[in-house]
C-alpha cells in the first residue's frame, strides 16, 4: 500500500510541477503572505516546521506549498531539505490569512536540524479555483529553527 501511495504522490507532484511553472501570479483571493520567523523542530529533530502564511478563497479546491530549508551542517557543508505539502480536491479556505505548517524533513544522510539560523527559499503557493490555477512564490527568508 505504501509503495502505491508512494508513486500516487511522486506521479500527483510530477503533474503539480509543470502546472505551477505556467500558472499566472496569485489573484488577490489566493495568495502567499509571509514566512514566519521562526520554525519548530520535531522531538527527534529529523523535521522543521516552517510557518508559512496563506489566504485562499472559499472556492479554492485543491493547493500545494513547497519549499526548501538550508542549514549550515556541524561539518561546515549546507544541507538543504526540500518538503511538498498537496491538497488536491480536499482544501478548505476560510478567505481569512490561514497559518500552514509545512514539515520538511533532514536531507536523508544528513545531520538532523539544529537551533538557530536557517533559511527558507523558494515558498511556492499553488491553489486552483473555478477561475483558474495560482501561483506566488515568496523571496528567501531567514528563520531561527527552536
Same mark, same amino acid.
Given at each position: 500500500?505504501?509503495?502505491?501511495? &508512494?508513486?500516487?504522490?511522486?506521479?500527483?507532484? $510530477?503533474?503539480?510541477?509543470?502546472?505551477?511553472?505556467?500558472?499566472?501570479?496569485?489573484?488577490?483571493?489566493? !495568495?502567499?503572505?509571509?514566512? +514566519? &520567523?521562526?520554525?519548530?523542530?520535531?522531538?527527534?529533530?529529523?523535521?522543521?516546521?516552517?510557518?508559512?502564511?496563506?489566504?485562499?478563497?472559499?472556492?479554492?479546491?485543491?493547493?500545494?506549498?513547497?519549499?526548501?530549508?538550508?542549514?549550515? $551542517?556541524?561539518? +561546515? !557543508?549546507?544541507?538543504?531539505?526540500?518538503?511538498?505539502?498537496?491538497?488536491?480536491?480536499?482544501?478548505?479556505?476560510?478567505?481569512?490569512?490561514?497559518?500552514?505548517?509545512?514539515?520538511?524533513?533532514?536531507?536523508? +544522510?544528513?545531520?538532523?536540524?539544529? &537551533? +538557530?539560523? $536557517?533559511?527558507? !527559499?523558494?515558498?511556492?503557493?499553488?491553489?486552483?479555483?473555478?477561475?483558474?490555477?495560482?501561483? !506566488?512564490?515568496?523571496?528567501?527568508?531567514?528563520?531561527?529553527?527552536?
Amino acid at each position: 500500500m505504501f509503495k502505491k501511495l &508512494a508513486g500516487t504522490m511522486l506521479a500527483i507532484t $510530477a503533474l503539480v510541477a509543470p502546472v505551477a511553472l505556467m500558472a499566472p501570479a496569485a489573484n488577490a483571493s489566493s !495568495t502567499a503572505i509571509r514566512i +514566519g &520567523a521562526a520554525a519548530d523542530r520535531s522531538v527527534s529533530h529529523r523535521v522543521v516546521f516552517v510557518r508559512a502564511f496563506v489566504v485562499c478563497s472559499e472556492d479554492t479546491f485543491s493547493a500545494a506549498l513547497t519549499t526548501q530549508v538550508s542549514q549550515v $551542517a556541524p561539518d +561546515g !557543508t549546507v544541507q538543504v531539505g526540500t518538503s511538498a505539502v498537496l491538497g488536491l480536491g480536499s482544501v478548505e479556505c476560510t478567505g481569512d490569512v490561514e497559518k500552514v505548517l509545512v514539515p520538511v524533513r533532514k536531507p536523508i +544522510g544528513g545531520y538532523n536540524w539544529r &537551533a +538557530g539560523a $536557517a533559511a527558507v !527559499t523558494g515558498l511556492q503557493f499553488i491553489t486552483q479555483d473555478p477561475t483558474g490555477v495560482y501561483s !506566488t512564490v515568496l523571496p528567501k527568508r531567514a528563520i531561527n529553527i527552536k
